[in-house]
């Protein structure tokens, strides 16, 4: 295991959702994401939120990997490290098939590389990119959410990962586009409650 989480839940659920949060934040900055989707379920989930392995330059916040500029070498080795600790998850109770894997922003990127070479049950993207290697590989359902007033990340990128996705087969992708900037909207929470509800 090569991350450090926060765990929320029974031991005795069914089924798992694990958070990846941005670039400068921290494992507790999804949480509330992460209790309102829970809430919305009858099912009952343990909530996991992995903890990005670096600090971010002067020591404010978290990153998987450097980002201004980017180091994509790096992002390829915290890619392999995330792959490995989904893993050591797919040998506990909870199967990957039984996980939502959610990230946001840095954390999509990171979401959408390793969670389409796995059999996950299903991956999101909010206000997310591809990196730059980037090749899907299974064809995990995917839900994608952006703001149409992304500065940070502009809905350009969603928009072009939901066609690479439709072109390579993945058929159960769906991107939602809602009026606001950088961050996850309610009732993008409201789409992956029924997005859940309809895969498991």
């Not at 915290?78 to 989904?86: G, R, S, Y």
């Amino acid at each position: 295991m090569h991350h450090e989480y926060v765990s929320i839940g029974s031991q005795n659920s069914s089924h798992r959702i694990i958070l990846l949060h941005g670039w400068g934040a921290d494992a507790d900055d999804l949480l509330p994401i992460g209790k309102s989707i829970i809430n919305n379920s009858c099912l009952e989930f343990q909530l996991i939120s992995l903890k990005a392995p670096a600090l971010r330059p002067n020591d404010i916040g978290r990153q998987w990997y450097s980002l201004f500029p980017p180091n994509w070498n790096e992002a390829e080795i915290a890619v392999d490290k995330l792959l490995d600790t989904l893993k050591a998850f797919d040998k506990t109770k909870i199967s990957l098939k039984k996980t939502v894997l959610l990230g946001f922003s840095q954390g999509g990127a990171m979401a959408l590389d390793a969670g389409l070479r796995l059999d996950l049950g299903l991956v999101i993207a909010c206000s997310g990119y591809a990196h730059p290697k980037w090749a899907p590989i299974k064809n995990n359902p995917v839900l994608l959410g952006h703001g149409l007033k992304d500065e940070v990340v502009p809905v350009k990128a969603s928009r072009e990962i939901s066609t690479r996705l439709a072109n390579s087969a993945n058929l159960n992708n769906e991107l939602h586009e809602y009026n606001c900037s950088h961050t996850i909207h309610p009732d993008f929470i409201e789409v992956i409650g029924l997005k859940i509800k309809e895969l498991f």
